[in-house]
């Protein structure tokens, strides 16, 4: 591959200005690698949300780089992870750039599947190799999600 997609989310009631400060500090971040050709930033989620952001990372055709997509992806959500005020999950494609597992738990009372999902989060987080485990429950009236769970070197063919 020779594309990725960082997508971002800053805390809840974060303003627009806020995010797209996160998204360009993020997408210099991706630009001090050799392999990456350019960038392109977004703000702005699905139902109008100001507090996520997507910044759309092409690298440099294969043959013109030493590292796999995967080793840079890989070096930028380490580093990103310590980008106080914002989370970053990295997308490869496929499935609209989510990741390739997502867990659903749904039922009426809000706050009980708010700290059922804390605890699957947590094992989860455990598995061997398993990254860019994250907890939404955004526009969801009866359901927390566990989004984002994904391997290194996991791909869809």
Not at 40 to 45: A, D, P, Q, S
Request: aromatic share 6%; glycine share 10%; hydrophobic share 35%.
């Amino acid at each position: 591959m020779t594309e990725f997609n960082l997508r971002l989310e800053t805390p809840p009631g974060s303003n627009l200005e806020y995010t797209r400060l996160k998204a360009l500090e993020a997408a210099r971040i991706a630009r001090t690698r050799p392999e990456v050709a350019y960038t392109y930033t977004t703000v702005g989620g699905q139902s109008e949300a100001v507090d996520e952001a997507t910044v759309f990372v092409k690298l440099t055709p294969k043959h013109e780089r030493a590292r796999r997509q995967q080793q840079i992806s890989g070096e930028l959500r380490t580093e990103l992870g310590r980008v106080a005020g914002m989370t970053a999950f990295i997308g490869t494609g496929g499935f609209g750039g989510r990741k390739q597992i997502q867990l659903q738990l749904q039922g009426p009372d809000m706050g009980e599947l708010v700290r059922l999902a804390d605890r699957v989060a947590k094992v989860v987080r455990e598995v061997p190799d398993a990254v860019d485990v994250g907890l939404s429950t955004k526009g969801s009236g009866d359901r927390a999600v566990i989004r984002e769970l994904a391997y290194p070197g996991s791909r869809i063919i």
